[in-house]
């Protein structure tokens, strides 16, 4: 082909022409690349590299000295499309007479809406907006089976495209998702999506779940798991609601020491509390709220980092929950808060702390928003779920010496999910092996049965709060699910009740739930479905509403919020032969909730001895708290373990409510069930503590509450105190933590804690 003349006028007619079809410039713009490209006049490779060195040419005209660092991921995505689109004009201009462009035009506005052959060429891809890439794909879509075939290659060109540039651009993520996903499903999420940036982790993991049990072979599986209605905010926004409000400077925060990161906080969290939205955001969020017609839900994060194919990063931000019970200004206003909060969250200690840890600190970190509404029913004024909580297609323990096969295992509570998520001082959630569920493992003592749940989280539609109630006062004989989720006590027993029957004695064990319902296989069913096509072990967070319509067979509608693989750190892997060791040499021995691996040449043992803890309240525990993050400090070139009598990351009662970053350089939290006060702990696992300890390879022990004759408690109570030589202790905390060396006791050396899953039996002894 000759090359026409290069004729100014020609480009400035491109433009002017461009400027009166606004919907239609990038399919034009389209086949103008096109065109370039089958003619022979550019290269993809070379035109690629041309716009990316005009592009960082621009950058440095506007003043930008470290580029990287200064301008977010998408705004140079946007300043590549730009700079494309004009030297496509250039090019053209350069190449080919007005003719020639006017024909293009023409064939792109009379071309049919529907019916028409996809047009886009796979090296253009990239750069073509979501819209135009999903308008060709659904041509592709609807073509017929013989016709479509030709058109694979750029069908899936599309969906990992779309995938890659609105969920995930993880790997392994989209290598699952690309096979899962149709066009329309993205459709429908881009249709679901405030801002133009990626929706996150958590909630690309959540779609791809609710999508493969969508498409399960399992009839159950498919009636059982419903629809969630969510709305994603873009990472975008985040990015811009630092930027009009000068925030980006708490981005070099993750490189301070953890002192500063606790002292800055307080500040940080009260300037992002006065933040601006922009107005496109709020106008967006106000149409969300009339959609929701004062249904509640819940705000969550959906950070780049957290819930994610390749990194474990669990639960470090908020999620809060809302009533929307409110006028509409104040039902927006809520809704705002609660995004800021979680915005200031993305440099919560916890989660810096936990990022240096675990080699995350050096990633640039993303917060989308997931809106998700929260499923239930009313009891008075009260809503929540009937059942949520989380489960997992594989234990991290073996629960006990005679446990059978490993088919994971669910921890739930009636009301909504948080409260079965975090451990709740003398509160008990119901905690379930899936390859048999008539088991409990609340705990292992005599009087298990009677260690049930005691409160419950529920909104209350009187206060527009969430609040935590006795189950006494929510649950009655007009809530049509009591006569499954509690029992009636007789005595020292308990009955089944009968549908709409009423009692002040109850205890809410969820028995009849587990043994006259399919509730546990379709939730094993579930887990098991996720597990075979990610291809390992998933942890999911559910909720489950019972459907009484038909007494003789209960129907249930599960709503999958959270999925994610579980990932089992390196060391806890291997299986340990365990050495023959003297008894006179044990410190203690379990054969509860066994886990695999071993702690080698432990050197300090930070004892909280419970006669004094115990006497602690409210603030003055919060304070403890940070005595405990002192020495988690001055400790952490050290060996060192934590051991009590109480549950640690627990607020109420007998809890110590440890945050991960103050005891995050231990190699152990061990609990001492059952040997003061008869305080009971309960297994840590499926809490969102146990997982942040758990993929920081930081084991957990539970000692059997019925056998504390298998703990030396004379090394606790007689070992010399050296906590005054490591931190100043203050007056009030003087005997509620010991420093214990475990050197010299009675010539040992160390001490080594040895786990070993397949025998079931877990030993610390001095060496």
Known sequence: MTQQDYNPNVLLSIQATLSQYPILTEKIENEMYNRLVSDGYITVSAFKEKVRDFALLTQKREGLENPFAQEPPLIWEKRLERVQSMMVHQEFAHRYSLDIFKSIVENVVKEPASGSKPTFMWHNIQHATIETIIEQALTIEHLPVAERKQYE???????????RRMLSNRIPYIAV???????HDLLEINRHRIGRGLIGSKAAELILANRILHNSEDADIRNAVGDIESIFIGSDVFYNFLMINNLMGWYDQKY????????????????????????EVINSLRDVLKDFNGAPYIVRSSSKLEDSFTHPFNSMYRSISIANQGTPDENLRALLNAIRTIYASTFNPNALVYRKKNGLVDYTEEMAILIQKVPGRSSGPYYFPDISGIGSSHSPYKWKQDSPKDEGFLRFVVGLGSHATSRNGDDFSNIIELSDPNRRHTTYTSNEKHLTQQSMLVLNFKTNQPEILDVQDVLNGNYSPLYL??????????????????????????????????????????????????????????????????????????????????????????????????????????????????????????????????????????????????????????NFIFVAASRW????????????????????????????????????????????????????????????????????????????????????FKNCVRILSTRDWYGSRSLTIEMNQDIGYTKAYFI
């Open 177 to 183: 998702a690309k096979e899962v996903f149709t066009i």
């Open 649 to 732: 990351g627990a607020m109420e009662n007998h809890g110590i409510p440890t945050e991960y970053r103050q005891i995050a350089n231990a190699k152990a939290l061990v609990e001492l069930s059952g040997t003061y006060d008869k305080t009971i702990s309960d297994p840590f696992c499926g809490t969102r503590f146990f997982q942040s300890i758990l993929e920081s390879g930081i084991y957990s022990i539970i000692t059997n509450a019925d056998k504390t004759e298998d703990i030396d408690t004379s090394f606790f109570n007689d070992s010399l105190n050296l906590t005054e030589e490591f931190v100043s202790v203050p007056e009030k």
């Open 485 to 638: 989720v509690a029992q009636k006590t007789v005595g020292d027993s308990f009955q089944s009740m009968q549908r709409g029957e009423d009692t002040d004695y109850y205890n809410v064990t969820c028995e009849d739930l587990i043994r006259k319902t399919n509730f546990t296989r379709l939730m094993r069913d579930i887990l098991h479905s996720l597990e075979r096509t990610y291809g390992k072990p998933v942890l999911v967070e559910f909720t489950a509403m019972l459907d009484l319509v038909d007494p003789r067979s209960i129907n249930f509608k599960i709503q999958i919020h959270n999925c994610r693989p579980a990932s089992i750190p390196e060391n806890m892997r291997g299986t340990i032969i365990p050495s023959e060791t003297d008894h006179r040499r044990m410190l203690l021995t379990s054969d509860l909730f066994v886990g695999n691996g071993i702690v080698n040449d432990i050197r300090y043992v930070v004892y909280v001895d419970p006669k004094y803890y115990q006497k602690l309240y409210g603030k003055s525990k919060i304070e403890f708290c940070e005595l405990l993050s002192d020495i988690n400090q001055k400790l952490c070139n050290e």
């Open 153 to 163: 290659a750029q069908l899936m060109a599309a969906k990992v495209t779309l995938i």
């Open 256 to 279: 301070k020491d953890d002192d500063e990161l606790w002292k800055d906080y307080p500040r940080l969290e009260e300037e992002f509390a006065k933040g601006e939205m922009p107005n």
